[in-house]
């Protein structure tokens, strides 16, 4: 028995250092949100409304036109009305900078107050100040923007008039009135320092060139760069600055010692750039690379004072290996260093063990957190929160139960249309509704619908961070499909086993194949 757990541990151990070798991530942002000496903080962001449904849309972000602002969609990534700078004091205390203007949010210190809030430079005459809060949804964070001279005065859209408002019509507590920033600028680091190579090179824009240096203050915008997908081809990117709306280019030739450019894009430039990721324990480090030379890297080697594409230095080198920093707030993280030893893996009770895969958005996985049923990529296999028991044909009708193997809780619906709130997980015998018809579609393909109406399915359409079980989404919409992942498909041979769950204490049948769950739902 001992040598059986033994090995078992190996086995473990050469999971982790495999994943922690093959888990490629899309572009991580290490988190980085400034603070100069006065104590100030600064984050650069979108700002888009974290409510949807049949009355609001998706996809609402603020921006300022002509010394106001509204809200809408914007049509490219690169619209800079739409980005803004906060800069919260010591005391707490913030300001909302509108970056392509420089002008701040304001607003009249008035209840029922319908009128636009106002866009300009700060005087003494404008109230420009505000506490923003932080509301914990799950994994999600979303912010109260508040007058700081009345708590009654939030900023919001709930009366659709086409412009932000502050005013007491919305209370902190509607969607309206609650806020997502995201964190798409980012500034751009080398990862690499030594006692010929300082610490704290950033890549900013002057005069229509790319250089490097270290930032005096956390607020200037030269430093910043959104990426975004080329529009030419999506498998490249393209880098532009913050402060001026240039893009990077490059001069497609070896061994060019010159600055990289940084100007509007034209037929004349090479502007698109392919970005890898690289592993290095929980940081991820990128090269920026030609997308018209693969030997053309962006570097800084021969401390020119510029940054450079060129030859000159090697992907593989630590002056070609950049950080991407976001200024969201910072948290607490782990250095680099050796993978600790995994705890034994837990082991799940009877029924289909699978993992729940959406069919349209990418990298979302079903999990339970604190009771509720939200949607992410998994760390590590052994994450027993992502994985579920299909417990098939409880009630004799062809009804399934589906329940987390971490908690033993089961999904649970509220039989209502245009719900918005997150799938709960309960045990059972504070179930209401909880019951599906797990519809088989062909291959590993599923809806899951509610069995107390089938216009209810379980979907991520409105992409809030939880899963959702409403007519918000059809079943025949990707975001309403799932992927049964078999667990023992999934894991390595030997690491996904049947056994007593040790919350519930019960078991509910025997484990079953996807292959074998398929062929019953699709007898019944």
Not at 13 to 26: G, N, P, T, Y
Request: aromatic letters at 12%; proline letters at 4%; charged letters at 20%.
């Amino acid at each position: 028995m001992d040598r059986l757990k033994g090995s078992k541990r190996i086995i473990a151990w050469v999971l982790a250092m495999i994943c922690a070798v093959c888990h490629v991530l899309d572009f991580t942002l290490l988190s980085g949100a400034g603070q100069d000496g006065s104590g100030q903080s600064i984050r650069v962001c979108r700002i888009r409304n974290s409510f949807s449904n049949h009355e609001f849309p998706d996809n609402i972000f603020l921006y300022e036109e002509d010394g106001k602002v509204y809200y809408g969609t914007p049509e490219s990534e690169t619209d800079l009305k739409y980005y803004w700078v906060i800069e919260t004091d010591g005391n707490g205390t913030s300001k909302i900078r509108n970056v392509a203007t420089g002008n701040y949010m304001s607003y009249v210190d008035q209840e029922h107050y319908n009128e636009a809030m106002g866009c300009a430079p700060i005087s003494e005459g404008t109230n420009n100040s505000f506490i923003i809060t932080d509301i914990q949804d799950g994994e999600v964070v979303k912010h109260n923007i508040i007058a700081s001279t009345n708590s009654n005065l939030v900023v919001h859209y709930q009366q659709q008039l086409g412009h932000a408002q502050c005013s007491n019509w919305a209370q902190a507590g509607w969607g309206t009135a609650q806020w997502l920033f995201e964190y798409s600028p980012v500034r751009i680091r080398n990862s690499f320092s030594n006692e010929e190579f300082p610490d704290n090179i950033y890549l900013y824009e002057s005069n229509g060139q790319v250089l490097y240096g270290t930032p005096g203050s956390d607020d200037d915008l030269s430093y910043y760069w959104i990426v975004v997908n080329s529009p030419d081809n999506p498998e490249y990117s393209r880098i532009m600055n913050l402060s001026t709306g240039h893009f990077m280019n490059y001069v497609d030739q070896e061994h060019y010692n010159d600055p990289m450019g940084c100007a509007p894009v034209s037929e004349e430039t090479n502007n698109d750039l392919v970005i890898t990721n690289i592993i290095d324990g929980d940081v991820i480090k990128h090269n920026i690379i030609a997308a018209t030379n693969s030997n053309l890297v962006v570097h800084y080697q021969q401390q020119l004072g510029h940054a450079q594409c060129s030859n000159w230095a090697q992907a593989g080198w630590g002056t070609a290996q950049w950080l991407f920093i976001s200024s969201a707030p910072q948290t607490q993280q782990e250095g680099p260093g050796e993978p600790q030893e995994p705890e034994e893996p837990a082991e799940l009770t009877g029924g289909l063990v699978i993992k729940i895969k959406n069919s349209y958005v990418e990298n979302a996985w079903l999990y339970e957190k604190d009771g509720r049923v939200y949607y992410g990529k998994p760390d590590s296999v052994f994450d027993l929160s992502y994985y579920w028991v299909i417990e098939n044909d409880v009630d004799g009708q062809g009804n399934s139960r589906i329940r987390n193997a971490a908690t033993g809780h089961y999904m649970n619906y509220a039989d209502q249309e245009h719900y918005n709130d997150p799938i709960t997980c309960v045990d059972i015998e504070n179930t209401a509704n909880v019951l599906f018809d797990v519809n088989h579609l062909g291959d590993s393909v599923y809806n899951i619908i509610a069995d107390t109406n089938p216009n209810l399915v379980v979907h991520i359409q409105q992409q809030h961070g939880h899963a959702q079980c409403s007519n918000w989404a059809q079943a025949d919409w990707g975001s309403a499909k799932w992927i049964f992942e078999d667990a023992a498909d999934k894991t390595p041979q030997g690491l996904a086993f049947k056994i007593e769950n040790s919350y519930t204490r019960t078991t509910s049948g025997d484990a079953t194949s996807a292959a074998m769950f398929s062929e019953t739902a699709t007898s019944s």
